[in-house]
């Protein structure tokens, strides 16, 4: 099927939603960073030892795809952060975290609509049970770091469900979600920016890429280049 596009490619349909509207989907799954929110908290974080040039490239390496072993990669990050003082984390959210433009409206949108939201991410609880809270999100999963004596030890703490939230974690996730609410994977949505989203976006009924990675990009059944996430309400009736 060819693209469908607005005149200036903001917002590319490149297969049509067999699902019309948005009252049709019971379930959205967002990524977090660089999808619901601005920035990408490890990289924020390492600012704080000095090292944020070193983590940015591989998480860059990471979001194009270029790194296979994702679980690896987010290791190697986090063992740069040994020593951050937990405060850090909360002078990140305070300071430097903004929600990306249209979050709020979509999301109210969905509720109005009936559909319940997943936030899935990469990242770590520090940030997504505020973001949960802020935005009355009703399921989250994401890495949580281990803190000692008031700092980060630079390891990640397993938790029930396994070890890291990578892309096939994030997959599972929504197919459970999905699962527990007793509907079809047609009826979800998964948005998401980076490779390490592809997975949770093949598996449900309708994929969003916003400002995403080209691999992203190509691959996603609408990608939002241009302006807020609630541009998929443009899309969805």
Not at 91 to 99: P, T
Not at 158 to 171: F, T
Request: charged fraction near 25%; include cysteine; proline fraction near 3%.
């Amino acid at each position: 099927m060819q693209p469908i596009m607005s005149q200036d490619s903001s917002l590319v349909v490149r297969e049509q939603p067999v699902l019309k509207n948005l009252s049709d989907y019971k379930l959205i799954a967002f990524d977090m960073d660089s999808t619901l929110i601005n920035i990408e908290c490890v990289d924020e974080i390492a600012a704080a030892v000095g090292k944020k040039e070193e983590v940015a490239a591989i998480t860059e390496a990471a979001m194009q795809g270029l790194i296979s072993d994702y679980k690896e990669s987010l290791r190697q990050r986090v063992a740069l952060l040994e020593g951050v003082p937990e405060s850090a984390l909360q002078q990140i959210y305070d300071e430097r975290l903004r929600l990306n433009p249209g979050v709020e409206a979509l999301i109210q949108a969905c509720k109005n609509a009936g559909l319940k939201i997943l936030l899935v991410s990469g990242g770590f609880t520090f940030f997504t049970e505020r973001i949960r809270q802020r935005l009355g999100i009703d399921f989250t999963r994401a890495n949580l770091l281990e803190v000692v004596d008031g700092q980060l030890t630079g390891r990640m703490i397993d938790q029930a469900w396994g070890d890291i939230c990578d892309g096939a974690e994030k997959a599972r996730t929504l197919l459970e979600v999905a699962t527990l609410m007793g509907i079809p994977p047609e009826q979800t949505i998964a948005m998401g920016d980076g490779a390490n989203d592809l997975k949770m976006m093949a598996v449900a009924g309708l994929s969003v890429a916003y400002h995403a990675k080209p691999a992203v990009r190509n691959q996603a059944m609408v990608a939002i280049n241009e302006g807020g996430l609630d541009r998929l309400l443009e899309v969805l009736g």
